[in-house]
């Protein structure tokens, strides 16, 4: 199965099993969100850790799928799964090392607290392929600043975890093989404390942006598929990626 995950200690533990690059496909998602589904009906976890097997975190969503038509059910979808990471009622903490690039960069956007090798790249090429990394544009500008966020978005580089913390994206920067050990030790301080307070500090914690989040990634979503994809250089962008060639841009 692509996504393990288990309890202990109220640590619940939520891990892309996929590598070597554990793409994000539709039906990876699918599991993702039931599992997220199944551990917030689990009463004992007070702390969720997302992280990942292998060298690499993420590089992303399965680019084939964005391709007309199966990309009008696998863009709502993609947004659904980061809408209900965000929704999470208890702090969530991601764990990232190696590649964590477009859809798995997005995906780590929704997490309370980030720890990052100091070896990760981070980032969203989206650009490179014709399109835009929706929940990006509509977290990035919070989360960073909004110049940072057009930086990143419009450029398509990879930042490095330094880089990443300096703006505010990545709480914390260790040694690639002390990442997972550093984010277990925050989440097990975070889960010595009460659940019921754990709740309601994540609720007030994120109620000045929570409505402003949900409606930016709900126009964001609107643009990429009622505008975006109704452009030439979208689809041409996607399919040369595919097919492992440059794309020709006809700008419209």
């Avoid at 793409?23 to 997220?36: D, H, P, T």
């Avoid at 070896?119 to 919070?142: Q, S, W």
């Avoid at 914390?172 to 002390?178: F, G, L, Q, S």
Wanted: charged share 20%; proline share 6%; glycine share 8%.
């Amino acid at each position: 199965m692509p996504i393990h995950t288990s309890v202990e200690d109220g640590i619940g533990k939520l891990v892309l099993s996929y590598p070597p690059l554990n793409i994000l496909s539709r039906e990876v998602m699918a599991e993702l969100r039931a599992k997220l589904h199944a551990l917030d009906a689990d009463r004992t976890i007070r702390v969720l850790l997302l992280q990942a097997e292998g060298k690499h975190f993420s590089a992303g969503a399965a680019v084939g799928e964005h391709l007309p038509p199966e990309h009008e059910e696998m863009i709502p979808e993609f947004l659904d799964t980061i809408a209900l990471l965000a929704a999470f009622p208890l702090p969530v903490i991601a764990a990232v090392r190696g590649r964590c690039l477009g859809g798995g960069f997005e995906l780590i956007l929704a997490a309370d607290l980030v720890v990052a090798g100091e070896g990760a790249a981070l980032g969203t090429p989206e650009i490179v392929l014709g399109v835009f990394p929706p929940v990006a544009c509509a977290f990035l500008p919070d989360l960073a600043s909004p110049g940072a966020a057009a930086e990143i978005v419009f450029t398509g580089d990879s930042l490095t975890a330094q880089q990443a913390h300096e703006i505010g994206i990545v709480r914390r920067v260790v040694a690639d093989d002390k990442v997972e050990q550093e984010a277990l030790a925050l989440a097990q301080r975070i889960a010595r404390h009460s659940a019921a307070a754990l709740r309601a500090n994540k609720r007030a914690l994120r109620a000045g942006y929570a409505t402003r989040r949900s409606e930016a990634l709900e126009a964001a979503g609107r643009v990429y598929l009622d505008e975006l994809m109704q452009t030439a250089d979208a689809v041409e962008g996607l399919r040369a990626f595919t097919e492992k060639r440059q794309p020709v841009w006809q700008h419209a």
